[in-house]
T-cell receptor, first 115, second 113 residues
Framework: DSGVTQTPKHLITATGQRVTLRCSPRSGDLSVYWYQQSLDQGLQFLIQYYNGEERAKGNILERFSAQQFPDLHSELNLSSLELGDSALYFC??????????????FGPGTRLTVT | GQNIDQPTEMTATEGAIVQINCTYQTSGFNGLFWYQQHAGEAPTFLSYNVLDGLEEKGRFSSFLSRSKGYSYLLLKELQMKDSASYLCAVRVYSGGGADGLTFGKGTHLIIQP
């Protein structure tokens, strides 16, 4: 158990819909990262938040957005869903900042199926 | 951009040693991670190298050569439970605390009795 929690574990929805994935980082971690893992693309970095602010963007589509709240939990919003968005979505957290501790701990993931 | 290459699949025998190679081309390099991932599960941290050389941790060792853009993960005394995907990931630091990981596509390791 990494200490990172994600809900829901599974999500099935239809094309065109909007969903929200939730992540709670390990206690004391200020950085939260979102990753998408599909069979053909591997694990892809989407976006990073640090202490409530966006820090880095990867291959995140404009239909996707995220935020980190004052209690440090984060949400990833996926809208106008397409079949190709079906994937495992992982959240990871790390101490971040000047801690020198860069290891990222991954949550169990949310499996999204778009039908 | 970043480019990370590792073999797609490897097979090894229980009790033996296997080396999984990773080569990378990136700007802003600030460390290399190895993660283990069993199918459908979360990646779990194995090692982190930021300086050249070998880091040893039990049955697992990881090596880094920054000048060659090369790393390897060495697994000794292989056990059946080591059958998994091994992901090489580069940490790219671009200032202001921005440090997402770029992952290779992973090496699927099959352990045979």
């Amino acid at each position: 158990d990494s200490g990172v929690t994600q809900t829901p574990k599974h999500l099935i929805t239809a094309t065109g819909q909007r969903v929200t994935l939730r992540c709670s980082p390990r206690s004391g971690d200020l950085s939260v990262y979102w990753y998408q893992q599909s069979l053909d693309q591997g694990l892809q970095f989407l976006i990073q938040y640090y202490n409530g602010e966006e820090r880095a963007k990867g291959n995140i589509l404009e239909r996707f957005s995220a935020q980190q709240f004052p209690d440090l939990h984060s949400e990833l919003n996926l809208s106008s869903l397409e079949l190709g968005d079906s994937a495992l979505y992982f959240c990871a957290s790390s101490r971040g900042g000047a801690s020198g501790d860069y290891e990222q701990y991954f949550g169990p993931g949310t499996r999204l199926t778009v039908t | 951009g970043q480019n990370i290459d590792q073999p797609t699949e490897m097979t090894a025998t229980e009790g033996a040693i296997v080396q999984i190679n990773c080569t990378y081309q990136t700007s802003g390099f600030n460390g290399l991670f190895w993660y283990q991932q069993h199918a459908g599960e979360a990646p779990t941290f194995l090692s982190y190298n930021v300086l050249d050389g070998l880091e040893e941790k039990g049955r697992f060792s990881s090596f880094l050569s920054r000048s060659k853009g090369y790393s390897y993960l060495l697994l000794k005394e292989l056990q059946m439970k080591d059958s998994a995907s091994y992901l090489c990931a580069v940490r790219v630091y671009s200032g202001g605390g921005a440090d997402g990981l770029t992952f290779g596509k992973g090496t699927h390791l099959i352990i045979q009795p």
